[in-house]
C-alpha cells in the first residue's frame, strides 16, 4: 500500500486527479468573491443588522461634517462669533458621533460573528468533503498541509472576509452620502477632483493584480512549512535514533528562508498601494483649497467641509488599500480551501446497492481474476484468484511489496479492482454499500490508531453500544483488562490521541480488543501482533484462535511462527499467488515459502518449534 506521500523536496503531494494539491493555477477572480459572499450570505439576518447599522452610523459621518463648516462659518471675522449657534452645533456633532461610535460597534460586531460562522461553514464543508475522499486522496496527501487548510487558510478567510465586509457596507454608505453632499455643495469642485478619485482606483488595482501571486506563494509555503513541522515532530525518535537533526534543521530553514523571503515580497507589495493613493489624495486637497474659492465660491467654512467630506469619499479606497494583505491572504487561502471542497468525492454507492446483513452473512470470500495497480505503468496484482470457504483462516504471506495489503485493500473497498471482482457470499462487493461491507470486518492493523477519549470509548468505537462488560469481556481475552486496570481511572481514564504513556504493545492490545468488541464476521489482521513480546504474542494468538473460530480471517505476517495452524497459507509474490497450502504443504513441497520460512528459522532446522 503507498504510503502518504512527503511534502519534502523531490516527493509528490497529488490529489487523486493527478494534479499537485496546491499547485493549482490560481487566479484573482471574481467567481471566487461570489462564493464567498454566498457562504457569508447564508447569514441574512447578521448581515442584514450589520448593513443597518452601517448605513444609520455612516449617515450620521456624512451629515456631521456639514455642521462642523456652518461652525467654521458662525466664528470668522472679528467680534462676530456666534457661541449660542456654535454651541447647538457642537452638542449636535457630539450626538453624531457618539451614536456613530455605537453603531460602528454594532456593526463590526455582527460582521465579526457573519466572518466566524462562515469560517465554521467552511471547516463544516471541507470535512464532511474530505471524509467522503477515497484512500488514494490520503495516499498522496500530506497531513500537514491539509491542516494548514482547515487551520491557517480558513483563519485567513476570516480576517479577509471581516475586513472586507466592514469596508464594503460602510465604504458604500460613505461614498454615496458624501458624493451627494459634494454635488449640492458645489457640483463643479466636485468635477474637479472626481478624475484624482478615478486615479486612485487604478493604481490600487493595478498594485493588486500584479501582487496576487506573492501572496498565493506565501500561503503554498505556509502549508510547506507546516507538513515538515507535523513530520518532524511525529517522527521525533526515528530523527534522533537516525542522527538526522542537522538534516531536518537545513530543511526547515530552507523553508522558512522561502517563506519568509516570499512574506516580505507579499507584505512589500501590499503596502505600495496605501502611499501611493495618499499621495493622489493630497493632489485633491491642493485642488479643493486652490479652486474651492475661485471655481467654486465656497467659504471658509464650506471648504473645510468639502475636504472633509473628499477625505471621507476617499478613505473607502485607501481602507481597501490598508487591508491588502490581509484580502489577497484571504483569496490565496480560499483557493487552497476551495480546492479540497471541490474535488471529487468517492465514487457513491449504486442506486440498488444492497446493505448486507451482518447477522446473516456466511464468509465465504472470493477474489475472482482480480487485477489491480496504484499507477497505470507498474501493474501489481495480476489475474489473481482464492476461495476462502466460511469460517477458513487465510494466512497471506510474502516479501515485501507482494501485494498483501493491497488484497485487504481491495477486500474492504478501499479501492476497487480495474478487472475481476470480488464476492462474499456470492455477491460482487461491488454491488454491496460501502458501509454495510466495512461493517462485515473487524480491521487490526500494524500501525496502531487511538482517539482522545476514554479507554472505554476506544474500544468501543466500532460498536458504541456496547456494554462496560462487553469492554471488559475483550479486554480479558487479549490480556489487556491487566493495565486498563492498573491505570488511575481504569477503563474511563482519557488517553490522547498518539496513547500517550501507553506502550506500542499495549496500544496494540487495545485495537485487537477494539476489533473484538465489534464481533464481526469477518477479520482481517495486518501484522497485528507485530508490536508486542513473544510472550505476549502466544497469549493473543490464542485469543485471536477463539475470536476466530467460525469466522473467516484474513492474517498478513512477516512473523511464520503466527500463521502455522491456518487453514491456507496464501504465497504472493509480485502481485501473483505462486503457491497455497497449509504450513506442512508448503515445507513438503520444497518452494519459495520453506526458503522463507528457512530464512527466519535459519540455523534451527525446518522443523524446529518457532515457540521454543
Given amino acids: 500500500m503507498p504510503q ?18 496546491g499547485q493549482r493555477k490560481a487566479r484573482f477572480s471574481l467567481p471566487i468573491l461570489k462564493r464567498i459572499l454566498g457562504i457569508a450570505g447564508k447569514q441574512r439576518r447578521l448581515v442584514t443588522a450589520a448593513m443597518l447599522f452601517a448605513a444609520i452610523g455612516c449617515t450620521f459621518d456624512v451629515i456631521a461634517p456639514y455642521y462642523m463648516g456652518r461652525a467654521i462659518d458662525r466664528m470668522t471675522g472679528k467680534n462676530r ?8 452645533i457642537i452638542a449636535a456633532l457630539l450626538c453624531f458621533y457618539l451614536l456613530s461610535s455605537l453603531l460602528s460597534f454594532l456593526m463590526n460586531y455582527f460582521a465579526g460573528i457573519v466572518a466566524a460562522r462562515t469560517a465554521a461553514s467552511l471547516r463544516e464543508d471541507g470535512f464532511a468533503r474530505v471524509n467522503q475522499m477515497p484512500i488514494s486522496f490520503f495516499d498522496g496527501t500530506s497531513h500537514g498541509d491539509m491542516l494548514s487548510r482547515f487551520i ?3 483563519d485567513a478567510i476570516a480576517d479577509g472576509l471581516l475586513q472586507g465586509l466592514v469596508q464594503l457596507i460602510s465604504g458604500t454608505v460613505t461614498v454615496a452620502g458624501t458624493l451627494i453632499f459634494m454635488f449640492v455643495m458645489s457640483w463643479k469642485m466636485t468635477l474637479i477632483v472626481l478624475p484624482t478619485a478615478g486615479l486612485t482606483f487604478f493604481l490600487a488595482s493595478a498594485i493588486v493584480r500584479r501582487t496576487g501571486k506573492y501572496f498565493r506563494s506565501q500561503q503554498k509555503s505556509i502549508g510547506e512549512l507546516d507538513g515538515l513541522v507535523e513530520e518532524m515532530f511525529s517522527g521525533q525518535r526515528e530523527m534522533k535514533a537516525f542522527g538526522r537533526e542537522d538534516e531536518a534543521q537545513k530543511e526547515f530553514d530552507a523553508l522558512n528562508e522561502e517563506l519568509q523571503i516570499v512574506g516580505q515580497k507579499a507584505q512589500f507589495a501590499s503596502s505600495l498601494p496605501n502611499p501611493s493613493t495618499r499621495f493622489v489624495n493630497n493632489i485633491a486637497y491642493i485642488l479643493i483649497g486652490v479652486f474651492g474659492y475661485i471655481a467654486g465660491g465656497l467659504s471658509v467654512g464650506r471648504i473645510s467641509s468639502f475636504i472633509t467630506y473628499w477625505n471621507a469619499f476617499s478613505r473607502p479606497l485607501n481602507d481597501v488599500t490598508n487591508i491588502t494583505s490581509q ?3 484571504a483569496f490565496a487561502s480560499a483557493e487552497r480551501v476551495f480546492s479540497v471542497i471541490d474535488m471529487p468525492e468517492e465514487e457513491p454507492d449504486r442506486e440498488d446497492a444492497i446493505t448486507p446483513d451482518k447477522d446473516r452473512v ?23 484468484s482464492l476461495l476462502a470457504p466460511p469460517g477458513s483462516r487465510i494466512a497471506v504471506v510474502g516479501p515485501t511489496g507482494a501485494g498483501k495489503t493491497t488484497l485487504m485493500n481491495l477486500l474492504m473497498r478501499f479501492y476497487d479492482p480495474q478487472e475481476g471482482s470480488i464476492l462474499i457470499d456470492g455477491v460482487d462487493t461491488r454491488s454491496m454499500t460501502r458501509d454495510g461491507l466495512r461493517s462485515l470486518f473487524g480491521l487490526v492493523l500494524q500501525e496502531t490508531w487511538l482517539f482522545s477519549g476514554t479507554i472505554h470509548d476506544n474500544l468501543a468505537y466500532g460498536k458504541p453500544d456496547a456494554t462496560r462488560e462487553e469492554v471488559i469481556a475483550a479486554a480479558k481475552a487479549v490480556r489487556a483488562h491487566g493495565f486498563i486496570r492498573r491505570l488511575p481511572d481504569g477503563y474511563d481514564t482519557v488517553i490522547s490521541e498518539d496513547g500517550g504513556s501507553l506502550s506500542q504493545g499495549q496500544k496494540q492490545l487495545l485495537t485487537i480488543a477494539r476489533a473484538m468488541v465489534a464481533s464481526p464476521p469477518m477479520l482481517i489482521l495486518d501484522e497485528a501482533t507485530s508490536s508486542v513480546d513473544t510472550l505476549t504474542e502466544l497469549e493473543i494468538q490464542n485469543a485471536f484462535m477463539v475470536l476466530m473460530k467460525n469466522r473467516t480471517s484474513f492474517v498478513i505476517a512477516h512473523r ?10 496464501l504465497v504472493m509474490k509480485d502481485g501473483k499467488n505462486i503457491e497455497q497450502g497449509t ?5 513438503a513441497a520444497h518452494g519459495f515459502y520453506e526458503k522463507l520460512y528457512a530464512s527466519q528459522f535459519a540455523g534451527r532446522g525446518l522443523d524446529a518449534d518457532p515457540a521454543n
Avoid: W
Fill in 327 to 329: 484580502i489577497m491572504a
Fill in 152 to 154: 491557517n487558510d480558513i
Fill in 560 to 569: 511464520l511462527s503466527t500463521i502455522r495452524e491456518a487453514d491456507c497459507i
Fill in 362 to 384: 456466511k464468509g465465504e470470500v472470493e477474489f475472482r481474476n482480480v487485477a489491480f495497480s496504484y499507477l497505470p505503468t507498474r501493474p501489481l496484482i495480476r489475474d489473481f
Fill in 4 to 21: 502518504a506521500n512527503s511534502i519534502l523536496p523531490g516527493m509528490n503531494n497529488l490529489a487523486p486527479d493527478g494534479k499537485r494539491l
Fill in 81 to 88: 462669533v456666534d457661541f449660542s449657534g456654535i454651541a447647538t
Fill in 583 to 587: 504450513h506442512e504443504e508448503l515445507l
